[in-house]
């Protein structure tokens, strides 16, 4: 079983930057396949950048590119989100998850979430 706990989230001002961590236990992370997803009140829940176990890197949503960066640490099984350039659209609660397929469809293993809040 494989535990996902966020961090980094809180309130900003439009324009700063965060870095979400999420730490990983219970399964060799470099095993793992890593998203960061972020739902707001109202929406579906939309998954913003995936790091795979070979490093390989996606951002499905145009909204982030250029601005928000994933990266993987295996030697503190941690995963992050640089987030740069932060707009109140951005508002949402972050959560990590992770598979150990090399690009799921669906991820097996959920954190509980970090709220990030970005006023104008």
Not at 16 to 35: I, K, M, N, V
Not at 87 to 109: G, H, L, S
Not at 113 to 120: A, E, H, P
Request: aromatic share 10%.
């Amino acid at each position: 079983q494989v535990q996902l706990v966020e961090s980094g989230g809180g309130s900003v001002q439009a324009g700063d930057s965060l870095r979400l961590s999420c730490a990983a236990s219970g399964l060799t992370f470099s095993w793992l396949s890593l998203g960061w997803f972020r739902q707001a009140p109202g929406k579906d829940r939309e998954l913003l950048a995936a790091i795979s176990w070979r490093d390989e890197v996606t951002y499905p949503v145009d909204s982030v590119q250029g601005r928000f960066t994933i990266s993987r640490d295996n030697a503190e099984n941690t995963v992050y989100l640089q987030m740069n350039s932060l707009k109140p659209e951005d508002t949402a609660t972050y959560y990590c998850a992770a598979d150990v397929k090399r690009n799921p469809e669906r991820y097996a293993y959920w954190g509980l979430g970090t709220q990030v809040t970005v006023s104008s």
